[in-house]
């Protein structure tokens, strides 16, 4: 089988005119086998992820790569729109298989290369899933949409972003209507999509191509893709951006307790005293996750130890809440108020008592709390 190899991108050469039937004595069995397997066992068992579930013989012939039962197939009447379970096409089945000759051949025969399966999946999002440039050149060429949206608004360079296609998303990028700031349904664009998958150059493309990179740096900290947000940073993003909660990068990190991460943001002049919606810095965030090491950093970088949120709650409350004493510690070391009284008057001896943290409780009466 001429399988293609994912990113190889090499000029398709002309489409033979099709051959004759060669004599096959064994093509009626194989073709019963096929309708065999299309009608009841691959309906009827376990499958795979990617397996043909079948409705007819095409689609069940072109998952088995042979042109020749295709092409019986297609001169003995068979549709090339006709689908499986999941609503693919037998050019979506080609395209997934690799099969570059049997894509040509459906659609030299009518195959509509913009078909959407049950989830809204093209052809051409499959070829960029499995990252085959050849297919997707060939696709595009025959009137595939660069814009078409799954059910979930992910478009091919969506796809090919998220999985470091970098020669396909240069191609689709390319293509009249494609753009870098078209997101899906959660908001995301292509550089989100790369950031999360720490796909660099996927990232220098697209910024290449004027991408926005500032919500893709939040989804780089919230990833943890260290690599990617020191990028996106040398790129332009701007490094306090904010979140739909009002969170920065460098809250995110703390939060997530990513010690480089915070140090790389904090060197590239990330604010310590930004709140989110809720009123918590990024010491607030740290200080509850028991990150001893971000709440050092955060702390030296002139984070305010008793900085409260909205609901007038120190680190050191959140610190107590999650039973967390070894930052909880450190807090009071660095001058933390024992006693700060937040909501409900509650210091952080009630919230350490209220959730059991005996080691805590131990600790804040020793220095200093006030018994309830």
């Known amino acids: 089988m001429d ?35 299309s009608e009841g066992a691959l309906g009827a068992g376990p499958e795979g992820p990617s397996a043909p579930r079948a409705r007819g013989r095409l689609p069940a012939a072109v ?42 051949l459906l659609l030299r025969r009518g195959a509509p290369a ?38 979930a608004g992910l478009t091919p360079l969506h796809w090919a972003a998220a999985l470091g296609r970098t020669l ?56 943890g893709r260290g690599a990617a947000l020191r990028l996106l940073l040398a790129l332009g993003a701007h490094v306090d951006t904010l979140d739909g909660a009002g969170a920065t990068a460098l809250g995110v990190a703390a939060g997530l307790g990513r010690q ?4 790389v943001l904090l060197d590239h ?21 028991g990150h001893l090491a971000a709440v050092q950093l955060l702390e030296l970088r002139g984070a305010e130890v008793d900085a409260r949120d909205a609901l007038g709650l120190t680190p050191l409350h959140h610190a107590a809440r999650g039973g967390h004493a070894h930052v909880a510690g450190h807090l009071l070391d660095r001058g933390a108020q024992v006693n700060a009284a937040g909501w409900l008057l509650k ?20 220095l200093g709390a006030s018994p309830p």
């Open 168 to 223: 396909l998303a240069g191609r689709l990028l390319a293509e009249p209507g494609a753009g870098p700031a078209d997101a899906d349904s959660r908001g995301w664009t292509a550089a989100h999509w790369a950031a999360a998958g720490g796909r660099l150059p996927v990232l220098e493309l697209l910024a290449a191509s004027g991408a926005g990179l500032d919500g893709a740096l939040l989804v780089a900290a919230s990833a």
């Open 63 to 104: 998952w088995t790569g042979s042109v020749g039962l295709v092409m019986r197939l297609l001169r003995q009447g068979a549709s090339v729109e006709e689908t499986d379970r999941a609503g693919r096409t037998p050019l979506h089945l080609a395209v997934l298989r690799g099969h570059l000759p049997l894509v040509r």
């Open 3 to 37: 399988a293609e190899s994912p990113e190889l991108h090499t000029p398709d050469p002309p489409d033979p005119p099709d051959p004759p039937d060669p004599p096959d004595p064994e093509g009626e069995q194989e073709l019963r086998w096929v309708e065999l397997g």
């Open 269 to 289: 002049g990330a604010d310590p005293g930004l709140r989110d919606r809720h009123g918590r810095s990024a010491l607030h965030r740290a200080a509850a996750g």
């Open 260 to 263: 480089e991460d915070v140090e």
């Open 114 to 151: 913009g078909a959407a399966d049950s989830a809204g999946g093209t052809p051409l999002h499959q070829a960029a899933w499995c990252g085959y440039s050849r297919t997707a050149e060939l696709l595009l060429r025959r009137g595939a949409a660069v814009v078409a949206r799954s059910g």
């Open 347 to 366: 210091t952080p001896l009630h919230l350490a008592a209220e959730r059991g943290h005996s080691a805590t409780v131990d600790l804040l009466l020793r």
